[in-house]
C-alpha cells in the first residue's frame, strides 16, 4: 500500500506514511485535529470538513427553542 507525505491545508504541517487509499483520500491533521479530504495527491485541492465542540455548535447555530 503507498504511504503519502500530504502539508495540511488548514495549519501547513506535514503528516508523513499517511495510507490514503485505505481512508478514501481522508485525513485527520496530527497538528491541528481537523480533518479533510485529500482530493490529489499533488495537493491541488482539498475539502474542509468543520469539527465543532458543543460549545462551537451552540455559538455557531443557537440554541434551539
Same mark, same amino acid.
Given at each position: 500500500?503507498? $504511504? &503519502?507525505? @500530504?502539508?495540511?491545508?488548514? /495549519? +501547513?504541517?506535514v503528516?508523513k506514511?499517511? &495510507?490514503l487509499?485505505?481512508?478514501? +483520500?481522508?485525513?485527520? /491533521?496530527? *497538528? /491541528?485535529?481537523?480533518? $479533510?479530504? $485529500?482530493?490529489? #495527491?499533488?495537493? @491541488?485541492?482539498h475539502?474542509? $470538513?468543520? #469539527? &465543532?465542540?458543543? *460549545?462551537k455548535?451552540t455559538?455557531?447555530? +443557537? #440554541?434551539? *427553542?
Amino acid at each position: 500500500m503507498k $504511504v &503519502y507525505d @500530504i502539508k495540511c491545508p488548514l /495549519c +501547513g504541517t506535514v503528516n508523513k506514511n499517511l &495510507y490514503l487509499d485505505e481512508t478514501n +483520500g481522508w485525513m485527520e /491533521c496530527e *497538528h /491541528c485535529c481537523q480533518v $479533510v479530504m $485529500v482530493l490529489s #495527491a499533488d495537493e @491541488i485541492s482539498h475539502k474542509k $470538513v468543520p #469539527a &465543532y465542540t458543543p *460549545h462551537k455548535f451552540t455559538l455557531r447555530f +443557537g #440554541a434551539a *427553542h
